[in-house]
């Protein structure tokens, strides 16, 4: 007996930690080469305390071994292949702010090609050995010397004080320093650059960085741009055209919402883009629109279709076109012909990262899921077969033995059903009794999809030895417009009651222990960690991420105004404060009686530190078991791979302390 128990613990999967997760390879942005025979991607890679560095690698398309392009110790990242693809354009910090560097495929040193006072941060190859380049300037500051001009204002300016006239003052994790990103024309071999959008405007805008495109000729770039006086109240964007001669925009999209995503069609006919019809509301389901560049007419490809379009690609013959869209927990690879017609699904799976090949076979997409991270696939257009390309973890994820999660089905608010995820940990045994955690999304127009997260990873809850249950309640996106839009005005209602339902589903199911029921979430999963704490006791335990205590204080404080005004119908000193009272947390504190752990990081500028400290200061003023967690580097995520080992070891030592 005693040699069967040694066997048994010999076999026994090690527990998946946060270190075991951050010493995993990051694989992103597969590119397909002209000649569809290479793949080339960008893999980041964490030695913990010590460094973080991304690299760019090329794979051939059939599959095979992967080969290091680069192995700078600063990162390289966004490669692309020159039209031609005897060349690999990327981006670099290794001589301070990320410039474009050009390496010759035959061989050689990579060569700097611009040299911006401030960087690039995206660019696109164009024509005739030309670049389209995205990167801040000074809105005083234009004709040849606009470059000059800018790093002058910036030298300038100095750090003792900031004044603003408008908003925004601040976005996600920065002060505004008033540039703006412009779309620059670069000649590759000069270095020589032209601001195509002079202006007191972002281009791209804050919504949308890959917002712009070059046509085929090199002749037109398109972009996306928001003219609205207040721009922290607008979710607008409109769509532009400029020569790259230089020139006045011309507007061709004007929807209410965002109008994004220009792709144009390898014949230069057409400009495929995504838009949104509502105003004020970024969860609006995106349609996919077809710009006519002859006639100017536009076709709304896909209004039947009950899902929101993401990343758009053309097929070879400008016949077809290719896009992403959240189905569910899925992100699956649709096909739509650009005549008109119904949309057809591709391929199945978290799909993300689209790029066509140049002989219309297939298509190159990151596929990643709950039990791995993102890998390079290839998806045969013809057949949807999915292949992979890499297999990058493979062999450090097999000894932990991860179980796939379960995905249930369940009824919620007005019988509506409701979908959510069970994950358990990798040595279950169906005869014991595992503590249940509720993870609750943020958004609260999000999902947990079947996807791998660097930041929330339900298999590192699971390997602390917690049966997680993830649902997704009302407001989630992939199940229909209707149900994303159904926690608008409503953030404690329905969504909670799916939430509830949920937990009593899960926490009925055989082995999980119903008395030991705790709960995490961040955002409005944060929010919804408050409200919970004041309306239920059946939490042994909460944690709060970054999460939204006082709507008032928060509404008067976020940077992004829309948001605010869209979900509770004006701002708090409107006429209209129904739903600021009714909802928030503050107004009931003293109901809130279950032991709380706090996290808010000094740099969320999306829900200000002072929504965590107010919370923080009600627990402890009566009396409630609390702890409070900050990051000062951090910003609404924690995104340091040290940091969140520490936010993991703070987490669990929470959930494990009440749980027990």
Same mark, same amino acid.
């Given at each position: 007996?005693?040699?069967?128990?040694? #066997?048994?613990?010999?076999?026994?999967?090690?527990a998946?930690?946060?270190?075991?997760? $951050?010493?995993?390879?990051?694989?992103?942005?597969?590119?397909?080469?002209? =000649?569809?025979?290479?793949?080339?991607?960008?893999?980041?890679?964490?030695d913990?305390?010590?460094?973080?560095?991304?690299?760019?690698f090329?794979?051939? &398309?059939a599959?095979g071994?992967p %080969?290091?392009?680069?192995?700078?110790?600063?990162?390289?990242?966004?490669?692309?292949?020159?039209?031609?693809?005897?060349?690999?354009?990327?981006l670099?910090?290794?001589?301070?702010? +990320?410039?474009?560097?050009?390496?010759?495929?035959?061989g050689?040193?990579?060569?700097r090609?611009?040299?911006?006072?401030?960087?690039?941060?995206?660019?696109?190859?164009?024509?005739?050995g030309?670049? !389209? #380049?995205?990167?801040?300037v000074?809105?005083?500051?234009?004709?040849?010397?606009?470059?000059?001009?800018?790093?002058?204002?910036v030298?300038?300016?100095?750090?003792?004080?900031?004044?603003y006239?408008k908003?925004f003052?601040?976005?996600?994790?920065?002060?505004?320093?008033?540039?703006?990103? $412009?779309v620059?024309?670069?000649?590759?071999? @000069?270095?020589?650059?032209?601001?195509? @959008?002079?202006?007191?405007?972002?281009?791209?805008p804050y919504?949308?960085?890959n917002?712009?495109?070059?046509?085929?000729?090199g002749?037109?770039?398109?972009?996306?741009?928001?003219?609205?006086?207040?721009e922290?109240?607008? @979710?607008?964007?409109?769509?532009?055209?400029?020569?790259?001669?230089?020139?006045?925009?011309k507007?061709?999209?004007a929807?209410?919402?965002?109008?994004?995503?220009?792709?144009?069609?390898?014949?230069?006919?057409?400009?495929?883009?995504?838009?949104?019809?509502?105003?004020?509301? /970024?969860?609006?389901?995106?349609r996919?629109?077809v710009y006519? %560049?002859?006639?100017?007419?536009?076709?709304?490809?896909?209004?039947?279709?009950? %899902?929101?379009? *993401?990343?758009?690609?053309?097929?070879?013959?400008?016949?077809?076109?290719?896009f992403?869209?959240?189905?569910?927990?899925?992100?699956?690879?649709?096909?739509?012909?650009?005549?008109?017609?119904?949309?057809?699904?591709?391929?199945?799976?978290?799909?993300?990262?689209?790029?066509?090949a140049?002989?219309?076979?297939? &298509?190159?997409m990151a596929?990643?899921?709950?039990?791995?991270?993102?890998?390079? #696939?290839?998806?045969?257009?013809?057949?949807?077969?999915?292949?992979?390309?890499?297999?990058?973890?493979?062999?450090?994820?097999?000894?932990?033995?991860?179980?796939?999660?379960?995905?249930?089905?369940?009824?919620?608010?007005?019988?509506?059903?409701?979908q959510?995820?069970?994950?358990?940990?990798a040595?279950?045994d169906?005869t014991?009794?595992? +503590?249940?955690?509720?993870?609750?999304?943020?958004?609260p127009?999000?999902?947990?999809? *079947?996807?791998?997260?660097?930041?929330?990873n339900?298999? !590192?809850?699971?390997?602390?030895?917690?049966?997680?249950?993830? +649902?997704?309640?009302?407001?989630?996106?992939?199940?229909?417009q209707?149900?994303?839009?159904?926690? @608008?005005?409503?953030?404690?209602?329905? &969504?909670y009651?799916?939430?509830?339902?949920?937990?009593?589903?899960a926490?009925?199911?055989?082995?999980?222990?119903?008395?030991?029921?705790?709960?995490?979430?961040a955002s409005y999963?944060?929010?919804?960690?408050?409200?919970?704490?004041?309306?239920?006791?059946?939490f042994k335990?909460?944690?709060s991420?970054?999460?939204v205590? =006082?709507?008032?204080?928060?509404?008067?404080?976020?940077?992004?105004q829309?948001?605010?005004?869209? /979900?509770?119908?004006?701002?708090?000193?409107?006429k209209?404060?129904?739903?600021?009272?009714?909802?928030?947390?503050?107004?009931?504190?003293?109901?809130?009686?279950?032991?709380?752990?706090?996290?808010?990081n =000094?740099?969320?500028?999306?829900?200000?530190?002072e929504?965590?400290?107010?919370?923080?200061?009600?627990?402890?003023?009566?009396? #409630?078991?609390?702890?409070?967690?900050?990051?000062? /580097?951090?910003?609404?995520?924690?995104?340091?791979?040290e940091?969140?080992?520490?936010?993991?070891?703070?987490?669990?030592?929470?959930?494990?302390?009440? &749980?027990?």
């Amino acid at each position: 007996m005693m040699l069967i128990a040694s #066997v048994a613990l010999t076999l026994a999967a090690p527990a998946f930690t946060a270190k075991d997760m $951050h010493s995993l390879k990051r694989l992103a942005d597969p590119q397909i080469s002209p =000649d569809s025979k290479w793949v080339l991607y960008q893999q980041t890679t964490i030695d913990l305390g010590k460094s973080r560095n991304t690299d760019l690698f090329i794979v051939p &398309a059939a599959g095979g071994a992967p %080969r290091a392009l680069t192995s700078h110790p600063k990162s390289d990242s966004q490669g692309r292949f020159s039209k031609d693809g005897s060349q690999i354009a990327f981006l670099s910090s290794r001589d301070g702010a +990320p410039q474009i560097y050009v390496l010759d495929l035959a061989g050689g040193e990579a060569r700097r090609v611009t040299n911006l006072s401030q960087g690039v941060s995206n660019f696109r190859w164009a024509a005739g050995g030309k670049f !389209v #380049v995205i990167s801040d300037v000074h809105p005083a500051c234009a004709g040849a010397d606009f470059d000059a001009c800018t790093k002058k204002k910036v030298e300038e300016k100095g750090e003792n004080v900031r004044v603003y006239d408008k908003l925004f003052i601040r976005h996600w994790d920065t002060w505004e320093d008033g540039l703006r990103s $412009h779309v620059l024309w670069v000649d590759a071999k @000069t270095g020589q650059a032209t601001d195509l @959008t002079p202006g007191d405007a972002d281009v791209p805008p804050y919504a949308g960085p890959n917002d712009f495109d070059v046509s085929p000729d090199g002749s037109e770039v398109a972009f996306g741009r928001n003219d609205d006086k207040d721009e922290s109240a607008s @979710t607008n964007a409109d769509l532009f055209v400029v020569p790259t001669a230089g020139g006045t925009p011309k507007k061709i999209a004007a929807t209410p919402g965002f109008d994004g995503s220009p792709v144009y069609s390898p014949d230069g006919s057409m400009i495929a883009y995504h838009a949104q019809f509502r105003a004020g509301f /970024e969860a609006d389901r995106f349609r996919l629109i077809v710009y006519d %560049r002859k006639t100017g007419a536009t076709r709304n490809l896909s209004e039947p279709f009950d %899902r929101s379009v *993401d990343e758009i690609a053309w097929s070879p013959d400008s016949k077809t076109i290719y896009f992403t869209a959240g189905d569910g927990t899925a992100n699956p690879l649709f096909a739509i012909p650009a005549a008109g017609g119904a949309p057809r699904k591709v391929a199945d799976g978290h799909l993300t990262q689209l790029s066509i090949a140049s002989d219309g076979s297939k &298509a190159i997409m990151a596929l990643d899921s709950l039990v791995k991270p993102a890998d390079v #696939v290839s998806v045969d257009l013809a057949s949807g077969k999915v292949t992979r390309i890499t297999q990058a973890n493979d062999a450090a994820l097999a000894a932990f033995a991860l179980l796939p999660p379960e995905s249930i089905t369940y009824p919620g608010a007005l019988g509506k059903p409701v979908q959510g995820w069970i994950t358990k940990p990798a040595n279950f045994d169906a005869t014991k009794r595992y +503590p249940l955690l509720v993870l609750a999304h943020g958004g609260p127009q999000g999902v947990w999809g *079947d996807s791998w997260s660097f930041r929330w990873n339900p298999q !590192v809850f699971a390997g602390a030895g917690f049966v997680v249950f993830s +649902p997704n309640p009302r407001g989630s996106t992939g199940f229909g417009q209707a149900f994303t839009d159904d926690v @608008t005005k409503d953030w404690g209602g329905k &969504a909670y009651e799916d939430i509830m339902k949920g937990t009593d589903v899960a926490a009925a199911l055989p082995y999980v222990d119903k008395d030991r029921v705790l709960a995490a979430g961040a955002s409005y999963g944060g929010y919804m960690m408050n409200w919970m704490c004041t309306q239920t006791k059946r939490f042994k335990a909460l944690v709060s991420h970054d999460g939204v205590y =006082d709507l008032p204080s928060m509404a008067a404080s976020t940077e992004e105004q829309w948001f605010s005004d869209w /979900e509770f119908g004006g701002p708090p000193w409107g006429k209209d404060k129904t739903q600021y009272q009714k909802f928030s947390p503050s107004n009931f504190i003293t109901q809130c009686t279950t032991p709380m752990l706090v996290i808010h990081n =000094d740099r969320d500028y999306r829900l200000p530190i002072e929504q965590g400290i107010q919370l923080f200061t009600a627990l402890q003023r009566q009396g #409630v078991p609390s702890r409070l967690v900050m990051f000062p /580097e951090e910003n609404h995520w924690v995104l340091k791979a040290e940091n969140s080992v520490r936010w993991y070891d703070e987490v669990l030592g929470w959930l494990k302390k009440w &749980a027990n």
